[in-house]
């Protein structure tokens, strides 16, 4: 088993920064990718962020050049360092680790989520 635990959401002004970050317990050593998701009420869930256990990470195209994913795999923790922050960012942003083989996704765990508002 896998335990996330996500902090760093809050309320910040239109171009302005915040901080996620996750901390992983439990099997750590399983985990492959790590992904930052995020969903609005009445919107569907989507990625917004992945890293590799290779470190390769990959973005939407919505957070490119603004939000940047990280990992200190001594600490068992990802980060999303988010910049230049938009309204329409605004939604409950989910830590995500996922189990591979194949190809296959065997196992996804999921933090409890952490409210990110921007607004003036």
């Known amino acids: 088993q896998v335990q996330l635990v996500e902090s760093g959401g809050g309320l910040v002004q239109p171009g302005g920064s915040l901080r996620l970050s996750c901390a992983a317990s439990?099997?750590?050593?399983?985990?492959?990718?790590m992904n930052w998701y995020r969903q609005a009420p009445g919107k569907q869930r989507e990625v917004v962020a992945t890293i590799t256990s290779g470190g390769s990470t990959n973005y939407t195209d919505s957070a490119k050049g603004r939000f940047t994913i990280s990992r200190d795999n001594a600490k068992n923790t990802v980060y999303l360092q988010m910049n230049s922050l938009k309204p329409e960012d605004t939604a409950v942003y989910y830590c995500?680790?996922?189990?591979?083989?194949?190809?296959?996704?065997?196992?996804?765990?999921w933090g409890q989520g952490t409210q990110v508002t921007v607004s003036s």
């Open positions: 439990g099997r750590t050593f399983t985990i492959d990718i």
């Open positions: 995500n680790a996922a189990v591979v083989l194949r190809g296959m996704t065997l196992m996804n765990y």
